[in-house]
């Protein structure tokens, strides 16, 4: 069974950092590549970074630079930093797998997420 289990998530001020974690089991985690997703609330849910089973990394660009997104095979978890956080990174952080076969854009297991709110 696949479990993608998020944490890390809280009420940070603006300008804050938080670092959300993403702990997978049941899958050969190095061969995926694994993503991080957001939901705004009343909005739809969106991409926000990838890191590859080779460690090449993509961000939207309203995180670029402040954002990190990383991968310890060894502990088969990857990672969000966030840095100088905007009240508009208020949501639900989801982190996602694909094996990387599959279409571009195409997800096989979803974690339940995570809530982060930065207070302005």
């Known amino acids: 069974q696949v479990q993608l289990v998020e944490s890390g998530g809280g009420l940070v001020q603006a300008g804050e950092s938080l670092r959300l974690s993403c702990a997978a089991s049941?899958?050969?985690?190095?061969?995926?590549?694994m993503r991080w997703y957001r939901q705004a609330p009343g909005k739809q849910r969106e991409w926000v970074a990838t890191?590859?089973?080779?460690?090449?990394?993509d961000y939207v660009d309203s995180v670029k630079g402040r954002f990190i997104i990383s991968r310890d095979n060894a502990k088969s978890t990857v990672y969000l930093q966030m840095n100088s956080l905007k009240s508009e990174d208020t949501g639900v952080y989801y982190c996602a797998c694909a094996n990387p076969l599959r279409p571009r854009g195409a997800v096989d297991f979803w974690g339940k997420g995570t809530l982060v709110t930065v207070s302005s």
């Open positions: 890191i590859t089973s080779s460690e090449s990394t």
């Open positions: 049941g899958i050969i985690f190095g061969v995926f590549n």
